[in-house]
T-cell receptor, first 118, second 115 residues
Framework: AQTVTQSQPEMSVQEAETVTLSCTYD???????LFWYKQPPSRQMILVIR??????QNATENRFSVNFQKAAKSFSLKISDSQLGDAAMYFC???????????????FGTGTLLAVQP | ETGVTQTPRHLVMGMTNKKSLKCEQH?????MYWYKQSAKKPLELMFV???????ENNSVPSRFSPECPNSSHLFLHLHTLQPEDSALYLC??????????????FGPGTRLTVL
């Protein structure tokens, strides 16, 4: 069974600094997707960034980038120039490639609570 | 927060009550999901509907009863709940297509407290 592990329950970063959140996963599949979601205190879960496993290039979205190491089954999120609005719970999630109508099932980690210090 | 909406945002109910949670998506998606979010635990997938058909029931107790009358609306009917059912219940939707990334978009959640 696939599992997702986030080993850092809480992290803290100074405003304008860079922070990296770690995520590892376990799967026997070769084709899958990985996601980082952000859940601010208002609770709406928002997609931050996604990565297709077949792509070797790391995904980037503005200040957010990932370090995807497929062999190591590692998918870390780097937030550059941290802002106060980045304070939230961050969830890493895994989804198997869906062929032939299988359920698009997301497997989530337990989350990392990020605090941003002014 | 207009893509996926959920009502009510907060609900307190006794163990003998019957209540319903509502989810509506305005994204033209075909798949909808119910998740349970408890403190210190990963999100737990409860139910999946694809084109109004239930495609996943993740061993959820029968006191939770989903209903999907159309691709835009999803309900979770609650009856005789237990205090351990207190949690944040999240609804999500996605395009529902196979072979593509099919990102899920979430609603704000309903905070449920069972007394």
């Amino acid at each position: 069974a696939q599992t997702v592990t986030q080993s850092q329950p809480e992290m803290s970063v100074q405003e304008a600094e860079t922070v990296t959140l770690s995520c590892t996963y376990d799967t026997s599949e070769s084709d899958y997707y990985l996601f980082w979601y952000k859940q601010p205190p208002s609770r709406q879960m928002i997609l931050v960034i996604r990565q297709e496993a077949y792509k070797q290039q790391n995904a980037t979205e503005n200040r957010f980038s990932v370090n995807f190491q497929k062999a190591a089954k590692s998918f870390s999120l780097k937030i550059s120039d941290s802002q106060l609005g980045d304070a939230a719970m961050y969830f890493c999630a895994y989804r198997i490639q869906n062929y032939g109508g299988a359920t698009n099932k997301l497997i989530f980690g337990t989350g990392t609570l990020l605090a941003v210090q002014p | 927060e207009t893509g996926v909406t959920q009502t009510p945002r907060h609900l307190v109910m006794g163990m003998t009550n019957k209540k319903s949670l509502k989810c509506e998506q305005h994204l033209g998606h075909n798949a909808m999901y119910w998740y349970k979010q408890s403190a210190k635990k990963p999100l737990e997938l409860m139910f999946v509907y694809n084109f109004k058909e239930q495609t996943e029931n993740n061993s959820v107790p029968s006191r939770f009863s989903p209903e999907c009358p159309n691709s835009s609306h999803l309900f979770l009917h609650l009856h005789t709940l237990q205090p351990e059912d207190s949690a944040l219940y999240l609804c999500a939707s996605s395009q529902g297509s196979s072979g593509v990334v099919d990102t899920q978009y979430f609603g704000p959640g309903t905070r449920l407290t069972v007394l």
